[in-house]
Structure formats: C-alpha cells, structure tokens
C-alpha cells in the first residue's frame, strides 16, 4: 500500500463534502470532520483519491451558547 499523504490534524478538501480537517486516519479508515456536513468516516483507499490538500488554517472551534435558564418565581416558591 502506498504511504497516505495525510495525517491527523491536515486540512483538505473533498470534492462533494468541501473543506475538512482529518480527525483520524489508519490504512482502513479516515474520520474527517467538514465544516458545512459534520464528522464522516470514510474507507481511506477510496476517499483518499477525492481529497486535495488545503492550504487554510484549522478551522477555530465554535463553542456551544448554553444559557441558564432563571428559576421561575412559581418553581422558587415550592
């Protein structure tokens, strides 16, 4: 089998899903996780001949807004 050109943490690009950063990759499978479509895994063979490298900056992690919800006046009364 031929060496992978990618290694966790590479940015590329893949022709249907777009940009992604490599999650994971071993000679059976490659866990990538596109900006715009979420985390997929893939068979590594078969996908690494859709993937061009990219040249961008990792993609900076979006944190989750969770607010706090105010107890309610009737759910402090009890």
Do not use: C, W
């Amino acid at each position: 089998m031929a060496a992978n050109p990618y290694n966790q943490g590479a940015q590329v690009e893949h022709t249907i899903f777009g940009l992604g950063t490599v999650m994971s990759i071993n000679e059976e499978r490659i866990v990538i996780k596109f900006d715009d479509h979420g985390e997929k895994k893939f068979v590594t063979p078969m996908v690494v001949g859709s993937l061009k490298k990219s040249d961008r900056q990792p993609p900076a992690e979006k944190r989750a807004s969770r607010r706090k919800k105010a107890a309610t006046p009737a759910a402090a009364a009890q």
